[in-house]
């Protein structure tokens, strides 16, 4: 790089974080973008301090000290530490941080540096930052920490406070050597209560059953570092969120929470003591502003602390033990969020994220004073006025604008009150034009500096307003949004910035400038456009307005719409080859970023033009390296010779336009914060404005350019002679804005509806009115508030509706007219034959518009069918996925078996096929079995034919509790299996888990094979059912009953293979076909026509038709269809012109009618019977069915059992293998730990050595310092052997004599420092000779010299004494150092001890762990099936280390006693129960003789008040009753007799009647026999004879056979009226004669009942 000359911030603004610093008692620092800011409180002056990198990350300081320290933002980052007020660099602290630092922390008790470095290592790391040396580490300590705090009165301990951890640690120091011990502090639940600190090695959990404790490192089977991590206590609750610390003057922590909870820590040994509990409901009074302070930060005084609240408050808080007492109050505006004492502890200062600094100097005031008001927010651009005064204008992104002086001072502000996006100021009038998000552009007067006001505002988007320029002679203001229209506005005030017009470029705007050169009479605006979506090239377009100069004024600059007329406006285009994200127009050439390329290209300004349709391509002339971090915004100088670059990277460069290469750059802010949002030139391009973009800082730059006098005296006089050239303007214009009047909101709401227009000048204008300043301004038009082109559109649509009114009513008739007539041809159509009706598409006028709805349609239509059909491709996918994996993988499908009389169902077990492995698992384990049952069978033939008897001896249900399940009784059991007790090693239990899967594997195969026959089963029977019901259904019609049949069938469940398929009846909706589909469809169909039509004219069918009805056969004769033809006499004469043939006649009729009615009646009979019969067998056979499924579920629930029983078993045996494998893993465990603590232990016995010898040694360099120091006592009279013993002896008190300490103490009483008492080690050790020697100064002074002493003397005197003063100094500075190093050197060999016994421990509990393992595997469980009323119900948690085992003869003795005295007490109890049973059945015998006397006394009366005729009182007269019995009974006999022989006589005419019958039955059956033979052929005869009478004699056979009919008809519907006469008079004679009867007998009723 060429340095053409170097760039100076000349101040900046701006606040970056609310981290604020003394490093002075009256100076003050803070972070502003990449800078250090150094304000003085009293002064109010700032210097600054740029950072040496690309940003500045952590940051602290030191008042005590004058050192502040900070780290920069770089990959592998440094900390530098600097002096003030110098502010040169003391050191570079190179650490090993690869990212960034978190925290950085100084000690006030000596050169010592705290840091915290993020990811990866977060290492904790304190340096000695005078000799630039790490004295302590501490790797992955610090992760989640946000800050570092020294204790003030010892820097040997430091506390780190992380987002939900506090951790105090311990800087152990022995000579050079430092170690950092940490101590992590138990926060206090949600609640408040303490939280016990939980030992991470006794916490285990115990295992149900088996009563071994296991620990959850081990359970999770995780090794290492990584299982001592694990939570091994569960927290109760939520743990408190610290948020404020403070050391206080003991060396406790007081820390303060974001739940509102203050609490002390002691940092000795962690413990902690709760200061104030919101929750407590008996909160003093006066503590109860607390409860609603959220500690922000807390700082220690003398009186107490300092506790700032999010609610603005800041108390003083007096701690006494554990109470609590709130001193002060005070409250100011913002909410702080930093508080610091000065050095001196007589200023408190309060920072706030906003950007306000407050200082309270108690001595002074009790009030705070706001000493920086730096209002929050990022600067979103800045511009300078053109004026004469140097002023520059900013506004932030919350709408605050404000006024700077040249040198940082600011001079008003003006709360826009709206989200700004750009700001330029005019050249030609004192005011600023300000862009908005809600498309607003703001014009604002400057000439007040303390009090800018807002005098007009106009809406152009609706978009944020990007970019505003103004051309170099201000004639034109010009905007641009991301819509692609660019405005031009009159820039004068004197035309009330009246808008001209607007152009349209092809796509959204990147960047805009302008060029106006004085001696030519145009403005060129030059717009960077993006490539419209969906265009992929890659390329850029560039297009070049050019505006005449001169005012534009008349209709014929723009349109109607407002858009600026061609010959006013020349578009010229152009095209580059690359993306370019910015770009700048100068004189003949165009300066131009490319993020892509990184590069900085520069093109040669074409002389001819193009228009926008066929754009010329350019090329770079020329190409430099650019900003490594882009994209990039470009600036040209006033003067076109300085171009301005800045990007993300920070970097301010500039470049002169001649000779690109040559550059200077300036860090101005930071790149991790976004860098550079905006850079604007001076007038006199000397002095530049930059904007960060998160980092909230505008920093003022001056340009120093080396050699360049030329230069510099170039941009002067370019920008005197704009000056001058635009004075009588500025002169002209400004008067009219300052007597224009301020903008008020009806304003802005009164033009929402704009009246008129102004022609003359194309645009419209709005008026202003007055309002009161102080009262709030509106700057954001409504949401519903349209913009100027929106009003300028709607003015033309007005005026037009005004001029083409008459047209458009008369077009408006016309089409009411023509859409009546639609409407009555549409009526009409629909009233046609659907063969004459037209579509709805006919009657659509607008063929281009139907054709293209109909292509819309097609192409939604076939949209939705290609999203359709992905996804009932996406569901057939799944479909068969799931069919794969659940469906067809399943060797025994899932069914169930439902009864046919209730909710009953049984379901078998599905079943998957076994896998080769596990087929090869089982058989590899039986081959196991084999040979291990070989093996012992020789060697234990005597023991298991001793077993064998023993079984004997037991029932089957003994054999089932031996096995522990009831498999091996229903058969069902593998000879493999191992016997329970003999299950010693993991490799017999995991063979007997495979053993068990293959025996309830066979227990489930084996009852499906029982359920697939019972499935079948009811599968026949559902067919039988149905045959028997289509019997059922010819009877019913048969009998012409409507009756519902039952109809059984299979359910899903039962028949699951119907999920898989879909049936037509399911689809609802109507099938939608594809044009291929609808074309089968219908071929379907023709054929299907055809087909009818040719079987329809079958002369085959046609001939059996008419001979034979159709079938082949002869139907049987349906006898409740037949009726008998009454004869012709009937239908032809009355009754009374019959004759004696006649009556015969119809006396057969009648006859033959009973007849037909009585074989009617028995047939129907016959066929009840037989449904009957039909329903009453389905109902056995379901019936039966469903006691079968009961048996079947019965066997189920015992199945279940057996197969329940044996998962118990898996599960136990697979329970006692993991904790089998636990205990195992727990044993490595415990062996790596323990070898890890050997080693450690080696390296502590080591590390003590090596302590205890430095010990030693440092001992005898301190003994000997000792006596050398008892030397110079000794020597002391020796040494004034020439001085007389009188004076000798007086010079020895003096010799001994020492500065009074209680003296100076008393002295800092009044300071207010709380740590002014702070501990002596031995780093301080040159701080305490020096003041020690500083005092002694005081009795050096000849005033302490005793009379008559020669001064030669006393000089020697007051060396020899200076002499013995820095001996006893050195002697107490050893003795401190030996103090630290026998402290250092007891806390190894404790922690020596501690290991010691942490390694026996863990040996003990190693040993523990393995006789726990191997009892586990000595200490078999069996499972025993007990009988009923034997199983235990205790609880199964109980302590079983008390049971012991019982003989079976002695349970059984005990259970035959229990048996006998049971069945005492039963008897004893049914004895007592029949004496009560008998007692209660006597009562009722009473109750019921009770009931019977009252009976008897009833029917007593009711005989005395009975009427009997004369026969009942005969019978009641007669005495003798026995012969009037016997009388009865012989007439009985008699009758008896004669009815027999009458009944003799009967049987025998009747056999003779069936003999005869028979003969005529015989003879009737060769006459039908002969008939039958003979019938088709007179059938055929007859049909044909009837076939030609019809066809002859249609028309009289007609009307006779009608009139004939008729007249039947009428005869039988007055006999059926007759009939039904009679039968109603028959009823009625009926019931009179029963009641009648019932009137002659009123008492008979009641003598039967009684």
């Known amino acids: 790089m060429d340095a053409m000359g170097s760039l100076e911030v000349r101040w900046i603004q701006g606040f970056t974080n609310s981290t604020v610093h003394f490093v002075d008692n009256d100076t003050v620092c803070y972070t502003c973008g990449n800078h250090i800011c150094f304000l003085n409180l009293e002064t109010k002056s700032k210097s600054l301090l740029q950072g040496p990198g690309r940003g500045i990350g952590a940051f602290t300081a030191r008042g005590t000290c004058g050192i502040f320290a900070f780290s920069e933002q770089r990959l592998s980052p440094s900390i530098f530490v600097h002096v003030f007020p110098e502010l040169h660099m003391r050191n570079e602290l190179k650490g090993t941080a690869q990212l960034d630092y978190t925290s950085l922390a100084l000690s006030d008790c000596g050169p010592y540096l705290g840091c915290c470095s993020s990811l990866p290592d977060h290492t904790i790391t304190v340096w000695n930052w005078e000799t630039a040396e790490p004295i302590c580490t501490q790797p992955q300590a610090g992760k989640d920490v946000i800050s570092l705090v020294f204790n003030p009165m010892n820097w040997l301990q430091l506390c780190a406070l992380g987002t939900a951890t506090i951790t105090v640690w311990n800087i152990e120091k022995s000579a050079s050597l430092h170690v950092l011990k940490p101590g992590v502090v138990q926060l206090p639940t949600s609640d408040g209560s303490l939280a016990e600190r939980s030992v991470p090695t006794s916490y285990t959990v115990k295992t149900p059953h088996f009563g071994q404790n296991i620990l959850p490192s081990t359970i999770s089977r995780l090794k290492g570092n990584k299982a001592e991590n694990i939570v091994t206590k569960p927290i109760s609750g939520a743990r408190l969120t610290p948020t404020a610390i403070c050391w206080t003057a003991t060396s406790d922590l007081c820390v303060g929470c974001a739940e509102r909870y203050l609490f002390l820590v002691n940092t000795e040994n962690l413990s902690v003591s709760v200061l104030f509990n919101p929750t407590t409901p008996d909160v003093a009074s006066e503590l109860t502003d607390l409860r609603q302070c959220s500690f922000q930060d807390l700082t220690l005084n003398k009186n107490g602390v300092i506790a700032v609240g999010k609610d603005g408050t800041v108390h003083c808080i007096q701690i006494k033990g554990t109470q609590i007492d709130i001193t002060q109050t005070w409250q100011i505006e913002q909410t702080a969020m930093t508080a610091i004492y000065s050095p001196n502890y007589e200023t408190l200062l309060l920072s706030s994220k906003t950007g306000q600094i407050y200082v309270l100097n108690s001595a002074r005031s009790e009030k705070f004073v706001k000493v920086l008001d730096v209002l929050s927010g990022n600067f979103v651009a800045a511009a300078w006025s053109h004026a004469d005064k140097n002023v520059c204008v900013s506004v932030k992104d919350s709408g605050e604008l404000q006024l700077w002086t040249v040198d940082g001072v600011c001079l008003g502000s003006l709360t826009l009150q709206a989200e700004v996006t750009s700001v330029a100021c005019c050249p030609i009038a004192q005011y600023a034009a300000v862009g908005t998000t809600s498309g607003n552009i703001l014009f604002v007067d400057l000439n007040k500096e303390q009090e800018p006001r807002l005098v007009h505002q106009v809406q152009l988007y609706h978009s944020p307003v990007d970019y505003l320029v103004f051309d170099q002679e201000g004639h034109y203001l010009l905007t641009g949004a991301s819509d692609s229209h660019i405005y031009v506005i009159d820039a004068k005030p004197s035309k009330r910035f009246s808008i001209i017009g607007y152009t349209v470029v092809p796509g959204p705007i990147l960047s805009l400038s302008t060029q106006c050169l004085r001696d030519d009479e145009q403005v060129k605006v030059f717009a960077l456009c993006a490539r419209q979506e969906g265009n992929n090239h890659e390329s850029s377009l560039l297009t070049l307005l050019s505006l005449p100069a001169k005012d534009l004024t008349g209709p014929e600059c723009v349109d109607r719409h407002g858009c600026l007329s061609p010959h006013v406006l020349k578009v010229s285009s152009y095209e580059v080859p690359r993306p370019l994200e910015s770009c700048v127009l100068g004189v003949s050439k165009i300066f131009a970023y490319c993020h892509r390329k990184k590069t900085l290209q520069q093109f040669q300004f074409p002389q001819d033009t193009h228009g926008p349709s066929s754009p010329q391509v350019l090329q770079p002339e020329l190409e ?97 002679a704009t000056a001058h050239f635009l004075k009588n303007i500025f002169d002209t214009e400004n008067p009219v804005l300052v007597d224009l009047p301020a903008w008020r909101q009806e304003s802005c709401l009164g033009s929402e509806k704009p009246k008129e227009s102004e022609v003359s000048s194309g645009a419209e204008t709005v008026d202003v009115s007055e309002q009161d300043e102080s009262s709030n301004i509106l700057l954001s038009a409504p949401p519903s508030h349209p913009t100027w082109l929106e009003g300028r559109r709607q003015a033309v649509m007005e005026e037009e509706n005004e001029k083409y009114s008459e047209k458009k009513e008369n077009l408006r008739k016309s089409m009411r007219e023509l859409r009546g007539t639609i409407q009555e041809m549409l009526s009409e159509n629909e009233t046609l034959p659907a063969n004459e009706r037209l579509g709805q598409k006919e009657f659509n006028l607008d063929l281009e518009d139907q054709k293209h709805q109909v292509a819309v349609v097609e192409q939604e239509v076939t949209r939705v069918r290609k999203e359709i059909e992905w996804e009932i491709l996406e569901k057939c996918y799944l479909r068969d996925v799931l069919k794969r994996v659940c469906w067809d993988s399943m060797k025994v499908k899932g069914r169930a078996i439902k009864a046919f009389h209730s909710e009953q169902e049984v379901k078998n077990y599905p ?61 069902y059991s593998n000879p493999y299996i191992y016997d329970k007790f003999s299950l010693k090693t993991t490799e017999q239990r995991i063979n007997q888990i495979v053993l068990l899967q293959d025996v309830i594997y066979g227990i489930k195969m084996a ?644």
Not at 655 to 669: G, I, K, V
Not at 698 to 707: A, D, F, Q, S, Y
């Open 1007 to 1650: 009852f499906n094979a029982e359920f697939e026959g019972l499935h079948r089963q009811k599968v026949q029977e559902l067919n039988r059912v149905r045959e028997r019901n289509k019997l059922i259904s010819a009877i019913l019609l048969e009998l012409d009953i409507q009756q519902q049949l039952w109809e059984p069938g299979l359910s899903v469940s039962e028949w699951p293979e119907r999920l898989l398929t879909v049936d037509d009846t399911q689809i609802k909706s109507e099938k939608c076909l594809s044009p291929e589909q609808r074309k089968e469809e219908e071929r379907k169909k023709l054929e299907e026509q055809r087909r009818s039509a040719a079987k329809e004219d079958d002369c085959r069918d046609r001939a059996l038709d008419n001979m034979m009805d159709g079938a082949l056969e002869v139907k049987k004769e349906d006898i409740l269809r037949l009726e008998i033809p009454p004869p012709e006499v009937v239908l032809s004469k009355p009754e009374i012109q019959w004759t004696e043939e006649d009556k015969k006649v119809y006396k057969q009729y009648e006859k033959k009618t009973n007849d037909l009615s009585e074989r009617k009646e028995k047939y129907k009979k016959l066929m009840e019977t037989e449904m009957k019969r039909l329903q009453g067998t389905t109902r056995d056979a379901t019936k039966k069915f469903d006691e079968t499924l009961t048996k079947l579920f019965e066997k189920k629930i015992k199945f279940e059992m057996a197969v329940y029983q044996g998962k118990l078993q898996i599960a136990q045996l697979v329970c006692s293998v993991l904790l089998e494998e636990e205990m195992r893993n727990r044993e490595l465990e415990l062996m790596l730990k323990l070898e890890k603590l050997l080693a450690h232990k080696d390296e502590l016995e080591e590390e003590v050595k090596l302590r205890e010898e430095d010990v030693e040694l440092f001992h005898e360099t301190y003994d000997t310092v000792v006596a050398e120091d008892k030397i110079l006592d000794k020597e002391f009279r020796k040494e004034f052997c020439d001085v007389p013993g009188q004076i000798v002896d007086h010079l020895y008190k003096l010799f001994k004599r020492r500065p009074r300490v209680q003296k100076l103490r008393t002295q800092t009483d009044n300071n207010p420092n709380p740590f002014r008492d702070q501990r002596l080690c031995g780093s301080q050790a040159p701080d305490a000779l020096g003041k020690m020697l500083k005092a002694m100064e005081e009795l050096d002074a000849p005033e302490h010299k005793p009379e008559g002493l020669n001064p030669s003397i006393w000089e020697r005197f007051c060396l020899v004494r200076r002499t013995k003063t820095e001996s006893e100094q050195k002697v107490k500075v050893k003795a401190l150092a030996l103090a630290e190093m026998q402290a250092f050197l007891q806390k190894r060999r404790d922690e020596n001890e501690a290991a010691e016994q942490e390694i026996k421990n863990l040996s003990e509990e190693r040993e523990r762990v393995h006789k726990a393992k191997n009892q586990s595997l000595i200490d078999i469980m069996v499972q025993v099936v007990l009988k009923q009323g034997q199983v235990s119900t205790a609880d199964v948690t109980a302590d079983d280390s008390d049971f012991i085992l019982l003989h079976r003869s002695v349970v059984e003795e005990l259970n035959k006693t229990i048996r006998m005295l049971g069945e005492q007490k039963i008897a004893s109890m049914v004895e007592c129960k029949d004496f009560r049973k008998g007692t209660m059945q006597l009562e009722w015998e009473h109750k019921v003789i009770r009931a019977q006397i009252e009976d008897l006394n009833t029917k007593a009366r009711d005989i005395q008040t009975l009427r009997l005729s004369e026969e009942q009182r005969d019978y009641l007269n007669e005495t003798d009753r026995e012969g009037l019995a016997s009388k009865q009974v012989s007439n009985l006999a008699k009758t008896i007799d004669y009815q027999e022989m009458t009944h003799q006589y009967n049987v025998q005419k009747r056999m003779k009647e069936i003999e005869h019958l028979n003969k005529q039955a015989a003879k009737k059956a060769q006459k039908n026999t002969i008939l039958e033979q003979q019938h088709p052929e007179m059938q055929v005869t007859v049909a044909e004879r009837r076939q030609i009478h019809d066809s002859a004699d249609s028309e009289e056979s007609l009307a006779s056979t009608s009139e004939d009919s008729f007249r039947v008809i009428a005869q039988q519907r007055k006999l059926k009226d007759l009939a039904r006469g009679q039968v109603e008079d028959l009823v009625f004679l009926e019931s009179e004669l029963e009641r009648l009867r019932m009137r002659s007998f009123p008492a008979l009723d009641q003598l039967k009942h009684n």
């Open 624 to 720: 430099v390296k650019g900003h490594p971090l882009g994209p990039a915004s470009l600036a040209l100088s006033p003067h076109q010779l300085w171009l301005a670059s800045v990007g993300q990277d920070g970097l301010l460069c500039i470049r002169e336009t001649a000779s690109m290469d040559r550059y200077m750059e300036l860090q101005c802010h930071p790149c991790g914060l976004g860098g550079v949002r905006s850079v604007t030139f001076s007038a006199d391009g000397l002095t530049l404005l930059t904007t960060g973009c998160k980092d909230g800082s505008l920093v003022c730059t001056n340009l120093r350019i080396k050699g360049g006098e030329a230069g510099v005296k170039k941009a002067a006089l370019n920008s005197q």
């Open 911 to 971: 079943l998957k096929e076994r896998t080769e492995k596990e087929v090869k698992e089982l058989r590899k384990v039986e081959n196991i079995r084999k040979i291990e049952m070989a093996a012992c069978t020789k060697s234990s033939n005597t023991t298991i034919l001793k077993e064998d008897e023993q079984r004997e001896e037991d029932n089957t249900a003994e054999k089932a509790a031996a096995s522990g399940s009831f498999s091996a009784q229903f058969g």
